[in-house]
């Protein structure tokens, strides 16, 4: 169930008996050279679509842009810079929180977003506590990444070994390919496994890492990976998100 294809009233019943609102929250940067630039927003969505359709719950419009500072030497990425994005979700929350939502569960698809989405979350719980007065019942926000659901982390392990690396890896790439397999481009790169290392601005991450990849072999991904590590990623959030609620 997707906000934007409901009408006002539509919401307004659903809101009768529930006030949970899933939202999707990505990038969009590069991913190496066989790796969509939309990689982080394709893979939050599907999966918190799908983890959606099993729970019931609707499914915000995502969130495509994130914290990619640190990608913006190499074309096509794009960047919020952090207060950006706090205003963005804290926006987001509030606005949905006027209609009666309470439990906000974002499922994220990029690992430099999750400093900043916390800081948004504490943001909006310092405004609730400082500012507004009552017994209004206080809002919750959850950040899961996808792929810290459970078992993606062996099923990674399993399929690639030390070739996942920790961006532009084999299995987000899979997943992408899964989800438009005309985008599927495997090839052998050179080295076949990316260095590994710290960074700090953007030159400075190109020229550590210049071909966008880190520690991984994106060059191993492949369709049917990206179904495997879908259904799991699914499956896995599915039981986190009804562990939530229910807690
Ligand atoms: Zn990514």
Known sequence: MLLHLQT?????????GNDSIIIPIGSTEQHGPNGLIGTDALCAEAVARAVGDRVGSLVAPTIPVGMAQHHLAFAGSMSLRPSTLIAVVKDGVFSLARHGFRRFYFVNGHGGNIATVQAAFSEIYAEA???KTGNQPALQCRLRNWWQADGIASLSRELYGNAEGSHATPSEVSLTWHLHPEAARPMRLEPEIAPTGDFSDAADYR?????????????????????????VAVAGLVEDYRRWIAA
């Open 207 to 231: 020229r550590r890492f210049p071909d966008g990849r880190i520690g991984s072999n994106p060059g191993l991904a492949s369709v049917e990976a990206g179904k495997r590590l879908m259904e």
């Open 8 to 16: 006002w009233p539509d919401v307004e019943r659903y809101l009768a």
């Open 129 to 131: 506590s400082l500012v």
